[in-house]
């Protein structure tokens, strides 16, 4: 009587030890994975001029690059020629000046990024030969006309993140 | 108030806003349809401002080539994941270089600054 009950047993309990040696599988693909940590504020710190810098009043937009595979992309950041959204600006011309600088880091061998860093026209492109994270800050700088104040009214401007394969 | 500060650190702190764009070296297979290839890309948008991105491809000089997907310009959740189907005639193959995505920003977003994401795989 005993001897069939515990082979019973033992068959109804096979199956839950198969279940609990169920694996779990998982790849790791190279990928970019560009993340907005900060939104960017225009300080007015002078009538004609808006700037990002925390001196002039402003909050830096800062760009974090997640990097699984070294030398697999580029980090290109362009900063804005013109407003997305502003009052009407009339004839006077707005002189754009920006630029961006890996600033924190995940491994001390990033500040590499900087040295290699290649500045054309608004854009900054950075070879990211290092996996891991790396923060981008990002400043802009607008000044209006000739010492002329600009209008009232709320300014938007576009900071552009890509990440291009190599 | 150092609780306060703690709360609001790390209420910031888990704040982030993510796009990807994989595989980050897509291959070109032959569709169903004779003189078609295709290559399959995922889109995953963690950008909780951000509802629509646009595809694009682009030959070594950036230049646009001809392609189809639908839609070409894709609306996508919060946290969703998206599965793009892209699709180039045999003849523009061997030109098509890059495939992108970009974040597209709606003209009623009036933040002071806002941060466009563009991400391109490389065709090999």
């Not at chain 2, 291959?27 to 595809?55: A, C, D, Q, W």
Request: proline content about 5%.
């Amino acid at each position: 009587m005993k001897k069939p009950l515990i082979i019973l047993a033992a068959l109804l309990t096979a199956p839950m030890l198969v279940s609990a040696t169920t694996p779990i599988s998982g790849m790791v693909a190279s990928k970019c994975i560009v993340t907005t940590d900060t939104d960017g504020v225009y300080g007015n710190p002078s009538a004609t001029k808006l700037s990002t810098a925390s001196s002039d009043g402003g909050v830096l937009p800062i760009i974090r690059y997640d990097i699984i595979t070294a030398s697999a992309y580029n980090a290109k950041i362009t900063t804005p020629m013109s407003f997305s959204s502003s009052p009407a600006l009339g004839s006077e011309t707005v002189t754009w000046t920006g630029s961006t600088v890996a600033n924190q880091m995940s491994d001390a061998g990033m500040s590499v990024f900087n040295t290699n860093k290649v500045v054309y026209n608004n854009s900054s492109e950075f070879p990211l030969t290092i996996a891991g994270s790396v923060w981008f800050d990002v400043s802009s700088v607008a000044t209006y006309g000739y010492n002329k104040a600009f209008p009232a009214g709320s300014y938007s401007a576009v900071v552009t993140a890509e990440c291009i394969a190599q | 108030m150092r609780i306060l500060i703690i709360l609001v650190l790390v209420l910031n702190g888990g704040y982030a806003s993510a796009h990807q764009w994989t595989p980050t070296y897509p291959k070109l297979k032959p569709s169903h349809i004779t003189g078609v290839y295709t290559t399959k890309m995922e889109l995953f948008n963690s950008r909780k401002e951000i509802s629509y991105y646009s595809i694009g491809v682009f030959d070594k000089d950036w230049k646009k080539v001809p392609f189809v997907t639908s839609p070409s310009l894709l609306r996508i959740s919060y946290l969703d994941k998206k599965i793009v189907d892209i699709y180039l005639h045999k003849k523009d193959k061997n030109k098509a270089h890059y495939i992108c995505s970009k974040s597209k920003i709606l003209s009623s977003v009036r933040d002071p600054s806002i941060i466009a994401s563009r991400i391109c795989s490389k065709i090999k």
